[in-house]
């Protein structure tokens, strides 16, 4: 072997070399993109689950609140319909009297 030779497959051993090494550069690169991809979607899958854990949540109390708010309605036109009879009663009691008189 000579020289010419030797150097030839010095020089195609250094370029397999730096071509592998630039392969395992990029392969750790895109490694470790894709993890800080997959990391960010389960926070999103996380923070998406808390927000509808939240949304139902909010759906319990804004229900509730609803039966509530009908209830205090319903008893607020009763108590209204009772005094409005007190009203005329006392009305009618008092023309009553004003008419005996």
Do not use: C, P, Y
């Amino acid at each position: 072997m000579d020289a010419s030779g030797l150097q030839i497959s010095l020089s195609l051993l250094m370029a397999i070399l730096s071509g592998v090494a630039g392969a395992l550069g990029v392969w750790f690169k895109l490694k470790g993109k894709v993890e800080l991809q997959e990391l960010k979607i389960e926070t999103m899958e996380d923070a998406i689950d808390i927000a509808q854990e939240r949304i139902s949540k909010l759906k319990v109390v804004v229900e509730t609140n609803k039966e509530k708010n009908e209830t205090a309605v319903t008893d607020l036109k009763s108590e209204m319909n009772a005094m409005e009879m007190r009203i005329i009663k006392a009305i009618h009691e008092l023309t009553t009297e004003l008419n005996k008189k």
